[in-house]
């Protein structure tokens, strides 16, 4: 995943987010794949804001959650969640946080 | 092939260049190039680039391998060593680290900057090529990330500005002049931002773009008496000795579809020639572009364009 927050003077704009706990759950596998997990939890990391996870499965639909809530107190955006398909050799998950 | 025919191909193809770059043989333009990274939208898909400011010439510098890409690059020239951070899989094979690497494209020599036990984070280069200034992430709740300096010739390393829980330090650029400017974040009704500017040595510092502006990534002049910034208005530039600002590229100008999004390091350099390089994102599209325009504010344009990752600018390098 890949965590970002719009800056209070420039909404348009993305500064990565260190410290965003992430985590996944996989849906379904829709054929043979790489990897052997079917969950996954972390934090991005500073200062791109990244979490890899490479052991997670391809080829398989995923439910990923940002949880904002881990840097900012109180949280203005709190928990963001996408279900997407991750096709062989993997997909990233943007969460950007707008207050 | 035979070497003759290698060198009439070399010839053809400096003809070609050229050609395109607006028939300014030997001058400093044709030499220039930007280097640049992109971020890949896939684990491991991270490239560094090299490209002439005309938008020619787009040569990959680094391609990832199976198990390391390449987030960030930093060069004094295109033969020289570069600082590079490498992203690549821990031992265990269940996360990814970045760690700092020192290479030598002429012998393919790569070395660790730091032990792969220190916080470490992506790096450029001085400008006498001797040291760099880095993001140094420490493992915490909430994390913490300080400016450090490495000796990279004796890997000794210095806090450059101390960690601080409740704001982040980003984005540094080191000037001709001995300076060290960078953006510090913290949160007040949201993400606030400001351009600071201390001695690469240490000492005090000084606030150069309030937060209100909204700085996102700065990059010196080559004389260092100037920084150019991107922040709430579009790209601006501040004269360092009297605080003077214009702007050379609104943001309206360029309309509402584009964003600028900042990956903690880079995205904004300055030529000898008097150019500025910087990558927005097209929303509609997805694509990130690579731009050039004058210092003066003429002549903005798009050179090169990518939806397989961000482009993230580092440098021009001869």
């Known amino acids: 995943m890949v965590s970002f927050e719009a800056p209070a003077e420039n909404p348009s704009d993305q500064s990565p987010v260190d410290g965003v706990a992430d985590s996944g759950q996989k849906l379904s596998q829709v054929g043979s794949g790489n990897g052997n997990m079917d969950t996954f939890e972390g934090y991005t990391q500073g200062p791109y804001g990244i979490d890899d996870h490479p052991l997670a499965r391809d080829n398989a639909n995923w439910q990923v959650t940002g949880n904002f809530a881990t840097i900012f107190s109180p949280a203005p955006c709190n928990v963001g969640q996408q279900t997407h398909f991750v096709p062989l050799g993997g997909a990233e998950f943007d969460e950007t946080c707008r207050v | ?318």
């Open chain 2, 1 to 318: 092939m035979p070497r003759l025919v290698a060198s009439m191909l070399a010839i053809l193809g400096e003809l070609a260049a050229f050609l395109a770059g607006g028939c300014s043989w030997g001058h400093v333009r044709d030499r220039e190039r930007i280097l640049f990274s992109t971020i890949g939208t896939r684990l491991f898909q991270d490239y560094v680039f090299s490209i002439r400011p005309n938008g020619s010439g787009l040569k990959a510098v680094l391609k990832p391998e199976p198990n390391r890409s390449y987030m960030f690059a930093s060069a004094n020239s295109m033969s020289g060593p570069m600082l590079v951070t490498v992203h690549e899989l821990a031992p265990g094979n269940d996360k990814v680290e970045d760690h700092l690497y020192f290479w030598s494209p002429d012998v393919d020599n790569w070395q660790r900057v730091l032990p792969g036990s220190a916080p470490q984070g992506p790096g450029i280069l001085s400008p006498d090529g001797n040291s760099a200034v880095y993001c140094a992430r420490s493992v915490g709740s909430p994390p913490e990330t300080s400016l450090r300096v490495v000796d990279l010739r004796t890997g000794e390393s210095r806090e450059l500005v101390a960690a601080d829980s409740f704001k982040g330090l980003y984005l540094p650029s080191w000037g001709v002049l001995g300076k060290i400017a960078f953006i510090r974040t913290f949160r007040s009704g949201g993400l606030r931002t400001e351009l600071l500017e201390m001695p690469s040595h240490g000492g005090e510092q000084t606030v150069l773009v309030p937060p209100e502006d909204g700085a996102m990534s700065a990059a010196y002049s080559p004389d260092g008496r100037e920084i150019v910034v991107w922040m709430k208005e579009g790209l601006e530039i501040v004269a360092l000795d009297s605080g003077d600002r214009r702007v050379v590229l609104k943001r309206a100008s360029i309309g509402s579809d584009y964003s600028f999004r900042s990956w903690g390091m880079g995205g904004l350099a300055w030529s000898e020639e008097g150019q500025i390089a910087l990558s927005l994102l097209k929303k509609k599209t997805g694509e990130s572009e690579l731009w050039i325009v004058n210092a003066d504010g003429s002549n903005p344009k798009r050179i090169y364009a990518t939806t397989a990752g961000q482009i993230l600018v580092s440098q021009f390098i001869q």
